[in-house]
């Protein structure tokens, strides 16, 4: 896969306020649309995850900074980079601009997480070696 994962999302008429200018929790509704994206095209679906291997990754912190308002129709670029790959959890980055401006920014951290037990777990190998050939270069060194 190619990195920084790059995906685009309208903002819709349901994600903004009155004036029209982007409300900031349904960033974070679109934010975990473009991790579970990620998430697909990495080759682990959320639903195969979820339903029948009983796994996934809830966030376990969570940091964004808005550096200008987005507004209803505006078409966001969502660039996603991974900083940190530990035992159960992968640190990930979030560049969101519109046309080249940037609107927001997200530090991730996402972790392995057994959905019957409710406690974290190692990635499992194939994962941890899908997230590993996801790292910059110069990241992994």
Known sequence: MDM???TTRMLNFGDCDISGTAYFPSYLNILNGVNEEFWLKLGFP??????????????????????????????????????????????????ISFEGQKRWSSTQVLAASDLDKHCSIPWPEKVRAA??????????A
């Open 4 to 6: 920084p994962f790059r």
């Open 46 to 95: 959320w639903h195969e995850m979820i339903w029948n291997e009983r796994w996934g990754t809830p966030t376990v912190h969570l940091t964004c900074d808005f550096s200008s308002p987005s507004f209803f129709g505006e078409e966001l670029t969502f660039e996603m980079t991974i900083l940190k790959i530990g035992r159960s959890s992968v640190t990930v980055h979030h560049d």
């Open 131 to 140: 997230l590993l050939a996801c790292m910059p270069p110069q990241a992994a």
